[in-house]
């Protein structure tokens, strides 16, 4: 079934094939999302006196009985239906008769697809807002378990200065208040509805658009219905750039932990059973799971570019191109999920070693404290900077920092504001109510 069909017209199938793509694959995770927009439509067009009460009620019996078949994964789309629009009206033609072919009164394919997406899209974003919280929860949990754990800080990757397990952590989770920052931005601009825009200018219909917004508890309306139409694709990338920050996060968090497991730094490891093997190399103990969110992870960083490149230059109104936008961004949206779980279970049963700085190629990590102490003693900065300099090339060096480094201000090693961050979380988390 398709929803254009006229009667003495067809198109070639190989037309067809081309034009309808991959839709019934990915238009399987906007079904519920389908079905609750015709619920909301369909209740609007009875108030509006549209649809007569026992229409009405058929249409929301076998609405809600679609819905169940969908929750309970029993619905599939059907070879010869084009969408999961043409798929549904069939399903509820099929069943009640003329009164199924009334619920598209004061509607487009178009406006169907920008409603679902954006209800897809907003039911996503929240559950990679609980994702990431968690993830940061735990992060913030073994910063403080092991905030007097030293290990080297490195600039470019040479050593540099001391840093501590518990600033490492910590860093990762404030990063990720700040991803959830972009992702609370995208959920606003996701959380408008945008049904009632038509074909994206509007109807003849005396449409209720306040009403179907207050239905599926949308904050607000895409009020002109060419920007609703405009903000199909647009959508979808702020989306992509809010996940686009939060990948870059995971996928460096990811390297870092690559680079400390290797033997040559030896800072942490794993249980066996979280790394793998090698075929050849009985020794082998393999971060492949890390690899891979890195590399999944930098992908997921490449896709606000893709949508870019789909959509730069379209101008207003709808176009073909946009179908293309869920086969670039759905696929992200579960890579991501995947990769915040792994990596959860990762640093939830990351082992950390002792006594890392006591090794000989550390001393020169106390270079910078050795200065410092110079200049409490009274000496300026850049003499006492000339003499610890001098002492290192002449191979005279030698600190001890004693049990304990003095780092005292905010967001030091002996400072973390690990509540200041969890703080900074929770006002974020606000901004999706």
């Known amino acids: 079934m398709k929803l254009w069909n006229k009667d003495n017209t067809s198109t070639s199938e190989q037309v067809e094939a081309f034009t309808v793509g991959r839709d019934r694959e990915f238009d399987l995770a906007l079904a519920k999302y389908d079905v609750i927009g015709s619920l909301a439509h369909t209740e609007m067009l009875f108030e509006a006196g549209l649809l007569s009460k026992a229409e009405w009620e058929l249409i929301q019996g076998e609405l809600q009985s679609i819905l169940e078949q969908i929750l309970h994964s029993r619905f599939s789309i059907e070879p010869d239906s084009e969408d999961i629009h043409s798929q549904i009206e069939s399903m509820l033609t099929n069943k009640i008769g003329e009164a199924g072919k009334k619920i598209h009164s004061g509607r487009s394919r178009n406006d169907q ?41 490195y600039t470019h990757l040479q050593i540099a200065m001391p840093s501590s397990f518990g600033l490492w952590f910590g860093a990762y989770a404030e990063s990720l208040v700040d991803d959830l920052e972009l992702l609370a931005a995208s959920y606003h601009v996701a959380n408008k509805n945008p049904l009632g825009s038509g074909a994206g200018y509007g109807s003849s219909f005396p449409l209720n658009r306040t009403r179907t917004t207050q239905l599926m508890n949308f904050r607000t309306l895409n009020f002109n219905s060419v920007y609703s139409q405009m903000s199909r694709g647009k959508t979808e990338k702020t989306v992509a750039m809010a996940i686009a920050g939060i990948a870059g996060t995971i996928s460096r968090l990811s390297m870092d932990a690559c680079l400390y497991i290797n033997q040559n730094f030896g800072f942490i490891s794993f249980p066996a059973e979280l790394t793998t093997g090698s075929s050849i190399m009985p020794h082998k ?65 990351i082992e950390i070693r002792e006594d890392i700085l006591s090794d000989e190629k550390y001393k020169y990590l106390f270079s910078v404290e050795a200065v410092n102490e110079l200049v409490n003693q009274g000496l300026p900065f850049r003499e006492a900077y000339k003499q610890v300099g001098n002492q290192i090339e002449q191979g005279k060096f030698s600190f001890d920092p004693g ?30 109510s």
């Open 113 to 153: 697809v920008a409603l679902d997406i954006k209800l897809y899209l907003r039911a996503e974003i929240l559950q990679i807002r609980d994702l990431v919280h968690s993830l940061f929860s735990l992060l913030l949990r073994q910063s403080e378990a092991y905030k007097d754990r030293l290990l080297p800080g």
């Open 285 to 349: 103990k393999n971060p492949d799971v890390l690899e891979l969110i890195r590399a999944k992870c930098n992908r997921i960083q490449s896709i606000p570019n893709e949508l870019t490149l789909l959509i730069n230059n379209l101008p207003s109104g709808y176009h073909r191109d946009l179908q293309l936008t869920k086969e670039i961004l759905f696929p992200a949206i579960g890579e991501l999920k995947s990769c915040l779980e792994i990596i959860q279970l990762l640093i939830s049963q």
């Open 403 to 432: 049990k304990g480094l003095q780092h005292t201000h905010e967001g030091s090693i002996g400072n973390l504001c690990n509540d200041q961050i969890a703080s900074e979380m929770e006002k974020v988390l606000d901004k999706f």
